[in-house]
């Protein structure tokens, strides 16, 4: 009997923590920084910027980091902790070129 109740305690635990994991974002709109901390976290970083927007409760965003790969940011509103941070493909052709057409054909 006291393996399974310590084995049900344990399994509560590990269920709190997953749904904690999953509200990290919950935050009143009253809490959330401004925008204009964001841009200031950007620039400390040496990010630039350019997209903002929200995503499941939390600050998101996409910028070039300083060695210029595209980067996707997930902050918390609230104190702007980087929760997530993805370096995004770049589009690279098969001669390394980064977009643009193989043969060198201009946009129209």
């Known amino acids: 009997m006291k393996q399974l109740i310590l084995t049900a305690m344990m399994l509560m635990g590990t269920a709190g923590a997953l749904h904690a994991e999953e509200e990290d974002c919950y935050v009143r709109m009253s809490?959330?920084?401004?925008?204009?901390?964001?841009?200031q976290l950007a620039a400390d970083n040496a990010w630039d910027i350019y997209r903002i927007k929200t995503d499941d409760g939390c600050y998101q965003i996409r910028a070039i980091d300083a060695q210029g790969r595209p980067i996707e940011v997930t902050l918390n509103p609230a104190?702007?902790?980087?929760?997530n941070l993805e370096f995004e493909a770049l589009d690279v052709n098969d001669d390394g070129r980064?977009?643009?057409h193989e043969d060198g054909e201009d946009d129209d």
């Open 31 to 39: 809490d959330w920084l401004p925008r204009s901390a964001i841009l």
């Open 79 to 83: 104190t702007l902790e980087v929760l």
């Open 98 to 100: 980064e977009g643009g």
